[in-house]
């Protein structure tokens, strides 16, 4: 990888969302963004996880919409962090097939098969049965208040009400979803500068017991197939092997499995967290509920659930000023790019009757989430039917806890209470 071509802020001051995850930056990685953007410019070099950081809304916008900048990045990516090193390895090994990490004509073809599921009409035709998952998680939470004082938020809702819409989705059976939680964690915390043999061992061995348990679930559906995503793909794959292979079935499983709820976690405790600390903003929803969809999208431009997206240029290539050569490593911070003043005022303030926002959270082009329209329905039924049935709710005194990696930078977990 070569070294820019203009100045970049000291290196010592760059927070590499990769190598660095620090209970600090986790709680708050705002200000530094700011900080190095501001020293630094759109784009910035970071070598200590050798690649380079976008920051700019525009420059990772084009980014994302390029046929310049693949996914085949895992191949290419050299950090210099061993044990992640390791974790690549193993990640492209077990999930090379996956999607996510493949460029066309591939991408085209895997995405292709499992469009059909996440449409805007599928999803819409979902939100009553959603609604009634969250009606009943409600009643569970309004039961413990009556001997509890406070509920860890997390594990009472906002991980509930999405792994059970996604294993449902998929005909994988809720029973285990403790299990995909434990599962998921461990696999996802090897991703970060700071793994360790330990993490990586256990991490290791978690995706090997995913992948057992979604292997036998996938068998059980060739023998008896449901209504559910995973019996479609089977059944595509009968159809002409060519379309779909084992190897591409199972780890296209995994990653709606894991995509499918760690993310939207997320998005419903950043979402309850924000507007809990803004009382007179959850008023206004509370009496006006059609704010609700802003109120969301604010959220995910805000305090994003998913903050970072990676990409291998192709090709040498200028931007931001900077020359990036072929097969160069780029992270799009989207935490940075939603609060890029070139493209919103007052980016730090939050304000859920913002107009036209605009953020690269889910992405851009043909990677865009798959799972939006799900994502966002998730998190408005959420909402509306926690701050509805539950309205004095607050934040507990108790110290908030994140966890990592930063890609995925969420609440551990949230305590909240009845005032
Ligand atoms: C708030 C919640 C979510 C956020 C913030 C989010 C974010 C993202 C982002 C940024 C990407 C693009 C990655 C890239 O370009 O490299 C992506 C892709 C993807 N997401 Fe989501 N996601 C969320 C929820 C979901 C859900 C509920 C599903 C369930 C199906 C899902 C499934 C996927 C899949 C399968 C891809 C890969 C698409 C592709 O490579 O073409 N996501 N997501």
């Known amino acids: 990888m070569n070294i820019p071509t203009a100045s970049t802020p000291d290196a010592n001051a760059i927070f590499d969302p990769i190598m660095d995850h620090s209970e600090e930056r986790l709680a708050n990685p705002y200000p530094v963004l700011e900080q190095m953007r501001q020293s630094g410019g759109s784009v910035i070099f970071s070598p200590r996880g050798n690649q380079w950081l976008v920051l700019g809304y525009e420059e990772a916008n084009s980014i994302l919409r390029s046929k310049d900048f693949g996914k085949r990045l895992l191949e290419n990516w050299k950090p210099p962090n061993v044990f992640l090193r390791g974790a690549m390895r193993m990640l492209r090994r077990k999930q090379g097939s996956s999607m996510l990490i493949q460029d066309p004509p591939d991408h085209t073809r895997l995405r292709s098969l499992v469009n059909s599921a996440f449409t805007p009409g ?7 049965h959603i609604e009634e998952i969250a009606n009943d998680l409600i009643d569970k ?6 001997s509890e004082k406070e509920i860890d938020l997390i594990s009472a809702f906002a991980f509930q009400l999405p792994v059970i819409v996604i294993a449902e989705l998929l005909g994988v059976p809720t029973e285990h979803r403790e299990k995909f939680k434990k599962w998921s964690n461990d696999i996802t915390l090897a991703f970060s500068g700071s793994v360790n043999p330990i993490r990586m061992a256990k991490s290791y061995v978690s995706m090997l017991n995913l992948r057992l348990f979604l292997r036998l679930v996938i068998a059980e559906k060739r023998r008896n197939p449901k209504k559910d995503l995973i019996s479609a793909l089977v059944a595509a794959q009968s159809e002409d092997n060519d379309r779909l292979s084992n190897d591409e079935l199972l780890a296209n499983t995994v990653l709606i499995l894991i995509a ?6 997320n998005l419903i405790s950043n979402s309850v967290f924000n507007l809990l600390q803004h009382p007179e903003q959850l008023a206004k929803i509370q009496s006006d509920p059609e704010l609700i969809p802003n109120a969301v999208e604010e959220v995910l431009r805000f305090d994003p659930p998913v903050q970072i997206i990676r990409r291998l240029a192709k090709k040498e290539t200028e931007l931001g000023g900077m020359r990036i050569k072929e097969n160069d490593i780029l992270t ?5 790019c939603n609060r890029d003043p070139k493209i919103v005022n007052e980016p730090d303030v939050f304000n859920i009757e913002r107009e036209h926002i605009k953020h690269l959270t889910f992405g851009a082009g043909i990677h865009y989430c798959l799972g939006a329209e799900l994502a966002r329905t998730e998190g408005r039924i959420a909402i509306k039917i926690l701050f509805d049935r ?3 709710l607050s934040l507990s005194d108790r110290q908030r806890t994140y966890k990592g990696p930063f890609s995925l930078r969420g609440f551990k977990e949230l305590y909240v209470s009845r005032k």
């Open 122 to 128: 599928v999803i819409h035709g979902l939100e009553g």
């Open 390 to 392: 539950i309205r004095d």
């Open 332 to 336: 799009v911070v989207t935490a940075a």
């Open 260 to 265: 499918g709820h760690e993310t939207t976690v």
């Open 141 to 146: 939470m309004q039961e413990r208040f009556k």
